[in-house]
Structure formats: structure tokens, C-alpha cells
């Protein structure tokens, strides 16, 4: 909120300081920059003396001097010294000063008496005291007013309200739970009474936290723009500086403002900055950052029940708070903000496409069904790039092309057409994203792909983009399984086609190995290794703790268990897929040789060549333990499935086996699902590219794989 300033006083202004550095320094700078006459050395002033080449001379008694005026400039070396000279004499010479004077017969001689300046003496001896005292005074005046010279301990937290923040809830979309959640605190505090009349009592903190680009800071600016009451913003690092103390001293002058200003917002950005857990790690902590800490820690105790003053902060990275800062009393209240689904996306788009002239057939539904994945941050990134776009090509309204072609440089960068490729790497690269998609076409728990390039972007040199249908948050074995045949699909189309595999497939099979090792170690996918989780997972944000927590939880022997059964999955994805590429060679040349053709192929296009292709079988069913009897009971079906199943005339799911279930469900598999077979327990399975629950490891927003070659 800006704030009137207050009229400066004279006393206190630049002008007051102007006028008394003038009055205290022209009469010393008359004293010490007067003009000066050249100086001798006394055995010259003599000789000058005797040889008869002066006119006048004065003495000085008091200060042992004589001033001497020349019938000639007097030159000494090369410097003219002109006409007057002075030297000076020691005591036991002033007789012979005077003596050497009377007989040089001067024109005119002076006797200077000695004068008592104490005017001049006593600023003289007072000067160098008043100047320290001045500099003193200066400070101490600056700090008690919170002059710009001593700001250090004040907080830097700008002041924000309802008329100087322009966004509001309604700019917020894809994120209607925080949204809600914020508007009861803005309510809070506009409606006090309504909510104590029934005991309630309003949470002290508020904690948004979520990837990066997914919009807390924007609902933070958000609350500014409803909230009505003052709305203090501060970024964590905003509290450390280089001086010691200072950072507390900013905590403190923070929530003062506030507590003069309640009821009040106060919102702390990366809080992450100053969070941070204490003592953590072989470094262990920072003192002047956990003094800060220990500060914010003391004030948001310090809250009163009537204070009427919320702290809201965002991070990045909950892992790597204190524990202190999370616990009920402080952050009462932790909102997760997340990646919007489709629905949220949609929204976002309507709301960055509001200034934005977009043709008839540019389907924002469309385009956030292209997009899963997507953060707010991202999707605003879509549209200005295909409004960019758009002018650079000097057309008037944003198609469906220019947000297609959008999507892809968000995802995979800017197209490198300056790029020329021999046909023997064009080839080699068209049958490399040929495999991966036919692979992905192939098997049952996969997304369907929707298109597949060969033109260089970014770092890649093509990508085979593969879309999920729908939102998903957690994945099945199989479809890790499947993912990693997939990620192997491009090693083994070069290995079957020219016998001599290329480096394209590096970053492949870092992401096959990366999902094949959390099976093992982390999901309990494993029959050897079973249902236990082995070492950390590589997230731990304190450098050097789990080298400080003692020994291994695990043995070498179990170690080299994983070793084998990751080298096992992965070979098993290897064969799958070279066993699909085998299978159906001729759908992978066709494939190959439209990409050479069209360089692009669409989703309706590739549906077409994939035509003919032919489907792997049902896994057999899988159980971490060999000796566990399986279930032949398939789980519940609603009635809603039942209809869906009568009108599409397909079979009873409830005479279906639970993973031909899984497969039925699979909206880009419509075929018929093979009949049931008896189950085989233990059955390993092929391959797949890792999915955690949640999303898709080893891949880029949207299911895209990209390919580094």
C-alpha cells in the first residue's frame, strides 16, 4: 500500500547539511588553502640576503620566519619561483638573521609581531572532535529515523493492497482448492466476528507448496488484490545479508509493521531461503541463517489469538523446511499446489487466451488435453510463443498450427533448421523413433502416440511423443513394464535393421535403467528382492547426512541382487521390443519410410499405418511372492461399467480376469481382449519406461519422450 510521506524537516534534509558544510568550511578552507609563497632553505634566504637581491624582508617572530620580496624571480633549477620567497630560522640563528638583514640595506624592513588568533587557533584544535561528533550524530539521527543510510535491520518487504494489485481470484485458474482455501483466510479477516462467534480460531500460516511454475506466487498476489487489509511481500533472501544480525533485525521490524498494521497479510516467497532445516548435513547450519530462523520461529509463536496477522510463504522444496517451522501453531494450514489436470488446464488457457485473437478452430479443450503435465507457468509459455509466432509469420489470428507448433517448442525447443543431416543419419533416426512408437503401439498398457518427428529440436534429433487420455497419478507394473519396452524400442530398430547401433539410445536406456532400479529398490516389484525398499532414492537435500547416519541398511550380497534383477527387466524390455520389431517389420519400414517422406507424422496418420499391427498378449499375473495363492475373483464392477459394456458391446467385466480388466479399460486398445488364460504365478514380465505414481519418470511433460542422439 503506498504510504503519504511526511513532510521533511529542515533539520533533516540535504539542504541543512549543504548550508553547514559551507559554514564550517569557508573560513577553514581561508586558513589552510590561502595562497602560499614559495619556501627556501634558510642558508639560500641568506646568501639572497648577502648578495644584495632583496628589496623588503619581513620577520616573524613568533613563528621563526622571514619573508623575503626579490628585485629578480628567483630561479631554482628549472622552477621560477618568482619574487617572493620565504625560509624559516631556528632560535639560536636570529642573531645572525637579523645581523645578515641589517647589513643588507634593505629598502624595507618589518618587524611582524607576534598575533594571537584564538579564534582560529581554537577551531583549529576543536575541528577534528566536531567532525567525529557530527559523523556520530549523523548515524545515530539516521537510524533512529530509518534513513536510507542504515536500513540494514529494516525489512525490505513492499506493502501492497486492493488498489495496487490488479490480480485477483478471478486471474487464478486449474487451482480452485487453494483458491477456496485462501478465500476462507481473506474471509478471516474481513469477517472476524462471523468466524469467533463459533469458536473458530483463524491458522497463523498458511504454506503453499508445489513444482515450480504451478502458481503460488500468483495466489499470493491474488489474496493481495481481494484481501482489502495490507499485504506485506518479502522473498526469503531478502532476510540474510553479509552483516550479522541483520536478518533477525528484519523478522522483527517485519511483523511490527504488520502488528501496527493488522489485520495484515504477511507473505514470504522461497521461504526455502531462510526455512531451511538447522544443523542438517556435514556443513551443518549457518548461524547468522538459523539466528533468522530461530527469530521467525520466535515470531509467529509470539502471535496473538486478536492479532489478526497471517504469515503465507510458498516453497518449492517441503523436504527441506525445519520441522520446527511445519508443526501445527505455526504453519497450521499446508496447501499443496499442484499441476493442473485437464479441466484446470483448460481454464488457465481460457485465461492467458483472453487478450489473445484466436481462429475458429483453435479447440482449447483440445489443446489441454495435448498438454497433460503442463504447469500454469507452461501453458502461458504455449500461448505467448504461439501468439509470437503468429506476428512473425504476419498473420492476424492464432491457429491451431502455430499452438501446435507452440506445444512442440516448449516441449522439446526450437526447431534447428540450420541442421543438415546425411540420409544415412535421417534413416537411421526415422527407424530409431519408427521402434520406440511401434513398440508403444503395440503393447496394452500403453498411451497411445500422437506423433512422431524426425525434424532436430533443442538437443534431439526426433521424438516420438506419446499422450496420455486421461490424468493419471499413479502407475500399474505392467505399465512400467510396458514403458521401459518402449524406451529399448529405438536400440533394438537399429540393432535388427543396420546390425550396428548408434549413441541416439543413450538417454533411453538411462531412463529404461532409472525405472528399472526404482522397481527393485524403492516399488517392491521385484520377486527376489521383494516387497522392501533398499538405500535412499537419490532425494535426500542435505549433502553428507546418510554419510553421517552410520552404516548400510543393506548388505553387498543384496546389492548385487539388484544388480541382477535390474539387468534382468532390462533385458527382458530389450527382447520385447525386438520381438515386436520383428513381428512386424513391415509395418516398421512403411513407418520409416513415411517419416523420411513427410519428416512428421500426425496421430490420424500414424492410426493408419498401425492399422495392422499386432498386439502383445496379456501378461500372465504377477505376485511379489511364487508361493501366494492367486485369486480368481475379479474386483467389483459398478453398474455404470456394466452399461458402458452393454453399449459397446464388449465383455462382461465381470467375467474378465483382473488384468484383462485392466486392459479393457484402455481406451486406445479397443480390440477384443483374448480370453482368460490360467493364471501362472510369478510370471515376470517384459519391459517398460518408469512411471511413478504421480507421473512418468524418464519423460517430459506430456509423456513425450525425447530423444539425445
Same mark, same amino acid.
Given at each position: 500500500?503506498?504510504?503519504?510521506?511526511?513532510?521533511?524537516?529542515?533539520?533533516?534534509?540535504?539542504?541543512?547539511?549543504?548550508?553547514?558544510?559551507?559554514?564550517?568550511?569557508?573560513?577553514?578552507?581561508?586558513?589552510?588553502?590561502?595562497?602560499?609563497?614559495?619556501?627556501?632553505?634558510?642558508?639560500?634566504?641568506?646568501?639572497?640576503?648577502?648578495?644584495?637581491?632583496?628589496?623588503?624582508?619581513?620577520?616573524?617572530?613568533?613563528?621563526?620566519?622571514?619573508?623575503?620580496?626579490?628585485?629578480?624571480?628567483?630561479?631554482?633549477?628549472?622552477?621560477?619561483?618568482?619574487?617572493?620567497?620565504?625560509?624559516?630560522?631556528?632560535?639560536?640563528?636570529?642573531?645572525?638573521?637579523?645581523?645578515?638583514?641589517?647589513?643588507?640595506?634593505?629598502?624595507?624592513?618589518?618587524?611582524?609581531?607576534?598575533?594571537?588568533?584564538?579564534?582560529?587557533?581554537?577551531?583549529?584544535?576543536?575541528?577534528?572532535?566536531?567532525?567525529?561528533?557530527?559523523?556520530?550524530?549523523?548515524?545515530?539521527?539516521?537510524?533512529?529515523?530509518?534513513?536510507?543510510?542504515?536500513?540494514?535491520?529494516?525489512?525490505?518487504?513492499?506493502?501492497?493492497?486492493?488498489?495496487?494489485?490488479?490480480?485477483?481470484?478471478?486471474?487464478?485458474?486449474?487451482?480452485?482448492?487453494?483458491?477456496?482455501?485462501?478465500?476462507?483466510?481473506? &474471509?478471516? !479477516? +474481513? =469477517?472476524? #466476528?462471523? @468466524?469467533? /462467534?463459533?469458536?473458530?480460531?483463524?491458522?497463523?500460516?498458511?504454506?503453499?507448496?508445489?513444482?515450480?511454475?504451478?502458481?503460488?506466487?500468483?495466489?499470493?498476489?491474488?489474496?493481495?488484490?481481494?484481501?482489502?487489509?495490507?499485504?506485506?511481500?518479502?522473498?526469503?533472501?531478502?532476510?540474510?545479508?553479509?552483516?550479522?544480525?541483520?536478518?533477525?533485525?528484519?523478522?522483527?521490524?517485519?511483523?511490527?509493521?504488520?502488528?501496527?498494521?493488522?489485520?495484515?497479510?504477511?507473505?514470504?516467497?522461497?521461504?526455502?531461503?531462510?526455512?531451511?532445516?538447522?544443523?542438517?548435513?556435514?556443513?551443518?547450519?549457518?548461524?547468522?541463517?538459523?539466528?533468522?530462523?530461530? &527469530?521467525? !520461529? +520466535? =515470531?509467529? #509463536?509470539? @502471535?496473538? /489469538?486478536?492479532?489478526?496477522?497471517?504469515?503465507?510463504?510458498?516453497?518449492?522444496?517441503?523436504?527441506?523446511?525445519?520441522?520446527?517451522?511445519?508443526?501445527?501453531?505455526?504453519?497450521?494450514?499446508?496447501?499443496?499446489?499442484?499441476?493442473?489436470?485437464?479441466?484446470?488446464?483448460?481454464?488457465?488457457?481460457?485465461?492467458?487466451?483472453?487478450?489473445?485473437?484466436?481462429?475458429?478452430?483453435?479447440?482449447?479443450?483440445?489443446?489441454?488435453?495435448?498438454?497433460?503435465?503442463?504447469?500454469?507457468?507452461?501453458?502461458?509459455?504455449?500461448?505467448?510463443?504461439?501468439?509470437?509466432?503468429?506476428?512473425?509469420?504476419?498473420?492476424?489470428?492464432?491457429?491451431?498450427?502455430?499452438?501446435?507448433?507452440?506445444?512442440?517448442?516448449?516441449?522439446?525447443?526450437?526447431?534447428?533448421?540450420?541442421?543438415?543431416?546425411?540420409?544415412?543419419?535421417?534413416?537411421?533416426?526415422?527407424?530409431?523413433?519408427?521402434?520406440?512408437?511401434?513398440?508403444?503401439?503395440?503393447?496394452?498398457?500403453?498411451?497411445?502416440?500422437?506423433?512422431?518427428?524426425?525434424?532436430?529440436?533443442?538437443?534431439?534429433?526426433?521424438?516420438?511423443?506419446?499422450?496420455?487420455?486421461?490424468?493419471?497419478?499413479?502407475?500399474?507394473?505392467?505399465?512400467?513394464?510396458?514403458?521401459?519396452?518402449?524406451?529399448?524400442?529405438?536400440?533394438?530398430?537399429?540393432?535388427?535393421?543396420?546390425?550396428?547401433?548408434?549413441?541416439?539410445?543413450?538417454?533411453?536406456?538411462?531412463?529404461?535403467?532409472?525405472?528399472?532400479?526404482?522397481?527393485?529398490?524403492?516399488?517392491?516389484?521385484?520377486?527376489?528382492?521383494?516387497?522392501?525398499?533398499?538405500?535412499?532414492?537419490?532425494?535426500?537435500?542435505?549433502?553428507?547426512?546418510?554419510?553421517?547416519?552410520?552404516?548400510?541398511?543393506?548388505?553387498?550380497?543384496?546389492?548385487?541382487?539388484?544388480?541382477?534383477?535390474?539387468?534382468?527387466?532390462?533385458?527382458?524390455?530389450?527382447?520385447?521390443?525386438?520381438?515386436?520389431?520383428?513381428?512386424?517389420?513391415?509395418?516398421?519400414?512403411?513407418?520409416?519410410?513415411?517419416?523420411?517422406?513427410?519428416?512428421?507424422?500426425?496421430?490420424?496418420?500414424?492410426?493408419?499405418?498401425?492399422?495392422?499391427?499386432?498386439?502383445?498378449?496379456?501378461?500372465?499375473?504377477?505376485?511379489?511372492?511364487?508361493?501366494?495363492?492367486?485369486?480368481?475373483?475379479?474386483?467389483?464392477?459398478?453398474?455404470?461399467?456394466?452399461?458402458?459394456?452393454?453399449?459397446?458391446?464388449?465383455?462382461?467385466?465381470?467375467?474378465?480376469?483382473?488384468?484383462?480388466?485392466?486392459?479393457?479399460?484402455?481406451?486406445?486398445?479397443?480390440?477384443?481382449?483374448?480370453?482368460?488364460?490360467?493364471?501362472?504365478?510369478?510370471?515376470?514380465?517384459?519391459?517398460?519406461?518408469?512411471?511413478?505414481?504421480?507421473?512418468?519418470?524418464?519423460?517430459?511433460?506430456?509423456?513425450?519422450?525425447?530423444?539425445?542422439?
Amino acid at each position: 500500500m503506498a504510504t503519504a510521506k511526511k513532510p521533511t524537516s529542515f533539520f533533516r534534509g540535504p539542504l541543512f547539511w549543504i548550508l553547514l558544510a559551507i559554514v564550517v568550511l569557508v573560513p577553514v578552507g581561508a586558513s589552510f588553502f590561502s595562497p602560499t609563497t614559495a619556501r627556501v632553505d634558510t642558508n639560500v634566504g641568506l646568501e639572497l640576503l648577502d648578495e644584495g637581491k632583496v628589496n623588503e624582508a619581513k620577520i616573524y617572530d613568533g613563528e621563526q620566519k622571514v619573508e623575503l620580496s626579490l628585485k629578480e624571480d628567483y630561479h631554482q633549477g628549472d622552477q621560477n619561483l618568482g619574487k617572493e620567497v620565504e625560509f624559516y630560522y631556528v632560535k639560536p640563528r636570529a642573531e645572525e638573521v637579523v645581523k645578515t638583514m641589517d647589513e643588507a640595506n634593505l629598502e624595507g624592513f618589518t618587524d611582524q609581531p607576534v598575533e594571537n588568533n584564538w579564534f582560529l587557533s581554537l577551531v583549529r584544535f576543536l575541528l577534528p572532535f566536531l567532525i567525529i561528533m557530527g559523523l556520530f550524530w549523523f548515524i545515530f539521527s539516521r537510524m533512529q529515523t530509518g534513513g536510507q543510510a542504515m536500513k540494514f535491520g529494516r525489512s525490505k518487504a513492499k506493502m501492497f493492497n486492493k488498489e495496487n494489485s490488479e490480480v485477483t481470484f478471478a486471474d487464478v485458474a486449474g487451482a480452485d482448492e487453494a483458491v477456496q482455501e485462501l478465500d476462507e483466510i481473506k &474471509q478471516f !479477516l +474481513v =469477517e472476524h #466476528d462471523r @468466524f469467533t /462467534a463459533v469458536g473458530a480460531k483463524v491458522p497463523k500460516g498458511v504454506l503453499l507448496y508445489g513444482p515450480p511454475g504451478t502458481g503460488k506466487t500468483l495466489l499470493a498476489k491474488a489474496v493481495a488484490g481481494e484481501a482489502g487489509v495490507p499485504f506485506y511481500s518479502i522473498s526469503g533472501s531478502d532476510f540474510v545479508e553479509m552483516f550479522v544480525g541483520v536478518g533477525a533485525s528484519r523478522v522483527r521490524d517485519l511483523f511490527q509493521q504488520a502488528k501496527e498494521n493488522a489485520p495484515a497479510i504477511i507473505f514470504v516467497d522461497e521461504i526455502d531461503a531462510v526455512g531451511r532445516q538447522r544443523g542438517a548435513g556435514m556443513g551443518g547450519g549457518n548461524d547468522e541463517r538459523e539466528q533468522t530462523l530461530n &527469530q521467525l !520461529l +520466535v =515470531e509467529m #509463536d509470539g @502471535f496473538d /489469538a486478536n492479532t489478526n496477522v497471517i504469515l503465507i510463504a510458498a516453497t518449492n522444496r517441503p523436504d527441506v523446511l525445519d520441522p520446527a517451522l511445519l508443526r501445527p501453531g505455526r504453519f497450521d494450514r499446508q496447501i499443496g499446489v499442484d499441476a493442473p489436470d485437464m479441466k484446470g488446464r483448460e481454464q488457465i488457457l481460457r485465461v492467458h487466451a483472453k487478450t489473445k485473437p484466436l481462429a475458429e478452430n483453435v479447440d482449447l479443450a483440445s489443446v489441454a488435453k495435448r498438454t497433460p503435465g503442463f504447469t500454469g507457468a507452461e501453458l502461458a509459455n504455449v500461448m505467448n510463443e504461439a501468439a509470437l509466432l503468429t506476428a512473425r509469420s504476419h498473420a492476424q489470428l492464432i491457429d491451431d498450427r502455430a499452438v501446435d507448433e507452440a506445444i512442440d517448442r516448449v516441449i522439446a525447443g526450437p526447431q534447428k533448421r540450420s541442421r543438415v543431416m546425411k540420409e544415412l543419419e535421417r534413416k537411421v533416426t526415422a527407424y530409431h523413433e519408427g521402434g520406440h512408437a511401434l513398440v508403444a503401439a503395440a503393447l496394452r498398457n500403453t498411451d497411445p502416440v500422437t506423433k512422431i518427428t524426425i525434424l532436430p529440436r533443442g538437443r534431439a534429433l526426433g521424438y516420438t511423443m506419446v499422450m496420455p487420455s486421461d490424468d493419471k497419478y499413479s502407475t500399474t507394473r505392467n505399465e512400467l513394464l510396458d514403458q521401459m519396452a518402449y524406451a529399448m524400442g529405438g536400440r533394438a530398430a537399429e540393432e535388427i535393421v543396420f546390425h550396428d547401433p548408434s549413441t541416439g539410445a543413450s538417454n533411453d536406456i538411462q531412463k529404461a535403467t532409472d525405472t528399472a532400479r526404482k522397481m527393485v529398490t524403492q516399488y517392491g516389484m521385484s520377486s527376489k528382492i521383494g516387497s522392501v525398499k533398499i538405500g535412499g532414492d537419490n532425494s535426500d537435500p542435505f549433502v553428507g547426512r546418510e554419510m553421517g547416519s552410520g552404516s548400510k541398511e543393506y548388505s553387498d550380497r543384496t546389492l548385487a541382487v539388484v544388480d541382477d534383477e535390474v539387468r534382468l527387466l532390462l533385458e527382458q524390455a530389450h527382447d520385447e521390443a525386438h520381438q515386436i520389431l520383428l513381428q512386424n517389420r513391415p509395418v516398421l519400414d512403411r513407418l520409416a519410410l513415411e517419416l523420411l517422406e513427410k519428416e512428421t507424422l500426425n496421430e490420424a496418420q500414424i492410426r493408419e499405418i498401425f492399422r495392422d499391427v499386432t498386439l502383445r498378449d496379456v501378461r500372465p499375473v504377477w505376485q511379489s511372492g511364487e508361493e501366494r495363492e492367486i485369486s480368481h475373483v475379479p474386483p467389483v464392477v459398478t453398474a455404470a461399467e456394466h452399461e458402458e459394456a452393454r453399449r459397446k458391446n464388449l465383455q462382461d467385466p465381470s467375467t474378465m480376469a483382473p488384468q484383462d480388466q485392466a486392459v479393457a479399460a484402455k481406451p486406445e486398445h479397443p480390440l477384443e481382449v483374448p480370453e482368460h488364460q490360467d493364471p501362472q504365478p510369478g510370471g515376470q514380465s517384459s519391459s517398460g519406461s518408469g512411471s511413478t505414481p504421480g507421473g512418468e519418470p524418464g519423460q517430459e511433460p506430456g509423456g513425450v519422450r525425447r530423444e539425445n542422439r
